[in-house]
């Protein structure tokens, strides 16, 4: 049973444009979401969060959206630039330890 | 520099033979955590701790042990590897708990034949 889902496997988004990344949950003790940025032959890193009390979070070009009646976060890049081609994976967490991460999205921006 | 260490980053092994991969984090965290990473499948939690002498399960912890005998060493055991374990491992480490922006190491890859 997938607790945290993206659905689009893959996103290609030419850039300047704007890129929509999407993940839905399921587990509403779900209170803490985080966005994950992963090169190839590299280990993920930390992009933003957002916290279940809050319904939008920004740092920069990155925005991340949070609408708790329809269990779905998205992550908003924009401008897009080539150097954020990657996979992008969202994770949810639920106090404590466990962390449940999604499938994860390949973004691809074309110069 | 702040980091996370995983060795080693590429592993072949055969069923059976059991094996340790290490993890070390230089930044005084208290929560470590493992992960798979497998196609199709995103990132699953094997196993995490949240302090020294605490572990618990993830969402995958069969065929796998943990110890956290040390703040800074958080290894991952494979007592009986099976092919089915054959995968890319990520060590992960937090100033306090799973919502704390996590710094990963960069994978270690095992195949199990």
């Known amino acids: 049973d997938q607790q945290v889902k993206q659905n689009s496997p893959s996103l290609s988004v030419q850039e300047g444009r704007i890129s929509i990344l999407n993940c839905d949950y399921t587990?509403?003790?779900?209170?803490?979401f985080l966005w994950y940025k992963k090169y190839p032959a590299e280990g993920p890193t930390f992009l933003i969060s957002i916290s279940s009390i809050k319904d939008k979070n920004e740092d920069g070009r990155f925005t991340v959206f949070l609408n708790k009646s329809a269990k779905h976060l998205s992550l908003h890049i924009v401008p897009s630039q080539p150097g954020d081609s990657a996979v992008y994976f969202c994770?949810?967490?639920?106090?404590?330890?466990?962390?449940?991460f999604g499938q994860g999205t390949e973004l691809s921006v074309k110069p | 520099e702040a980091q996370v260490t995983q060795n080693p980053r590429y592993l072949i092994t055969v069923t059976g033979k059991k094996l340790t991969v290490t993890c070390s984090q230089n930044m005084n965290h208290e929560y470590m955590s493992w992960y798979r990473q497998d196609p199709g499948l995103g990132l699953r939690q094997i196993y995490y701790?949240?302090?020294?002498?605490?572990?618990d399960k993830g969402d995958v912890p069969e065929g796998y042990k943990v110890s956290r005998k040390e703040k800074r060493n958080f290894p991952l055991i494979l007592e009986s590897p099976s092919p089915n374990q054959t995968s890319l491992y990520f060590c992960a480490s937090g100033r306090d708990r799973a919502n704390s922006p996590l710094h990963f190491g960069n994978g270690t890859r095992l195949t199990v034949t």
């Open positions: 994770a949810a967490s639920a106090r404590g330890g466990k962390l449940i």
């Open positions: 701790s949240m302090n020294v002498e605490v572990t």
């Open positions: 587990n509403s003790m779900f209170d803490y």
